[in-house]
């Protein structure tokens, strides 16, 4: 039970075994917080998934289904005389734990971000995985069944609209979740930074709850702005789905004061699609002023100003847009169309150039072609004025 996608660490007094889930995309011989949680004293298993497949097919290394891969870890549990099991995972990894936990009868279940039913339209397990939803072993009901020994304990940034629509799903089902306030899915890293993740799950196993509670969004307007989640989720796949009757449908159906970050962003995302700019600024920049970092706030207000004629304020923001994420297309797209409205050609060429090396799209190498044509002629001109001082020489 060890290799690729198998961690083991022993090195405990206490009795307990820490599952540690890895998320998506976490390359092969490696494990999610298997550093920050390596002083961790218990019987600790890092785990990761081969080719994403969201743990429904066993874990390599362990077993190749989920069912003998828990006959196993009750085996090895059994051998080395655990008492208390604890499952603890992010996004992909925050299903995995929630799923073992619930076949393991965990004593505790700790997820940060994770999706619960899966293949929803545009979700991240829809997106990159291939996941089978209509499994009914792995529908939501029986990843969590209510047994009456596993604690579940879920964390979500109310930034990320995938998240908080799982979370919609079990809000009543009486489990212990923190609502974090303008985090998005990757929540966990902002965590580490500011209390270490080692700190935070000692804090969860003592009973202690989330240790600031000024990261915490649960006043009572969240609750009520929250209850019409699935509302602002379906208008989150009409935009993406670009079905703007369906998204109207949708907007009239959401109240006007609800105060959500995610409902301020794909409103405005609709109205700068239907060209309506200037409604678009307003809901756009009332979300921006929730969460500052937004990256597709950022950009989708980026656009707006651009339309708007307020380049400088839209350079700006593609700029913050590539600060968070240097490899975002689209952006590099865009601030490059500035630069060359600018007739900075050095500049819009450079980043025309950044956006086909990342994503070869025909519109990217047009635009770029362009430019190299202008600066081609800037060049040609410039020879011809010096040609016939140079030829006194």
Request: charged share 20%; glycine share 6%; hydrophobic share 40%.
């Amino acid at each position: 039970m060890q290799g690729d996608f198998v961690k083991i660490a022993k090195n405990y007094s206490a009795k307990t075994a820490y599952l540690v889930f890895s998320a998506m995309s976490t390359p092969q011989g490696s494990f999610q917080m298997s550093k920050a949680l390596a002083k961790f004293s218990g019987l600790m298993l890092f785990l990761n998934d081969q080719n994403n497949n969201w743990y429904q097919h066993g874990i390599p290394g362990i077993a190749q289904s989920t069912d003998e891969t828990v006959a196993k870890l009750k085996a090895e549990f059994a051998s080395e005389g655990i008492e208390r099991i604890v499952c603890i995972g992010a996004s992909m990894g925050g299903y995995g734990a929630a799923l073992y936990g619930e076949m393991l009868e965990a004593d505790l279940v700790i997820c940060f971000s994770c999706e619960l039913e899966l293949g929803l339209p545009f979700s991240r397990s829809a997106l990159h995985s291939a996941v089978n939803k209509d499994d009914p072993r792995y529908s939501i009901d029986k990843v969590i069944r209510h047994n009456t020994k596993t604690k579940f304990i879920f964390v979500v940034g109310t930034s990320d609209i995938i998240d908080l629509y799982n979370i919609s799903l079990i809000k009543d089902c009486g489990f212990e979740i923190y609502f974090l306030s303008s985090k998005n899915h990757f929540l966990t890293q902002d965590l580490h930074t500011a209390f270490s993740l080692e700190n935070i799950i000692r804090d969860f196993e003592a009973g202690q709850g989330f240790p600031d509670h000024t990261w915490l969004e649960n006043s009572e307007q969240f609750q009520q702005d929250f209850a019409h989640i699935d509302k602002v989720y379906e208008l989150y796949v009409a935009v993406r789905r670009r079905n703007h009757e369906r998204c109207a449908e949708l907007i009239s159906q959401i109240p006007a004061h609800n105060s959500l970050e995610t409902a301020k962003l794909y409103t405005g995302m609709y109205y700068s699609r239907m060209k309506n700019y200037a409604e678009a600024e307003i809901l756009l920049e009332q979300a921006m002023e929730k969460n500052p970092v937004n990256r597709e706030t950022l950009f989708q207000l980026a656009i707006c100003k651009r339309a708007l004629g307020k380049l400088e304020e839209a350079a700006k923001l593609y700029v913050q847009v590539l600060e968070q994420d240097p490899g975002y297309a689209a952006a590099h797209h865009h601030l490059g169309m500035i630069e060359e409205r600018y007739k900075n050609l050095d500049k819009a060429a450079f980043h025309f150039e950044s956006a086909m090396a990342i994503k070869a799209e025909p519109q990217y190498a047009a635009n770029l072609v362009s430019v190299l044509e202008k600066q081609v002629v800037e060049i040609t001109n410039r020879i011809q004025e010096l040609t016939p001082i140079s030829s006194q020489a």
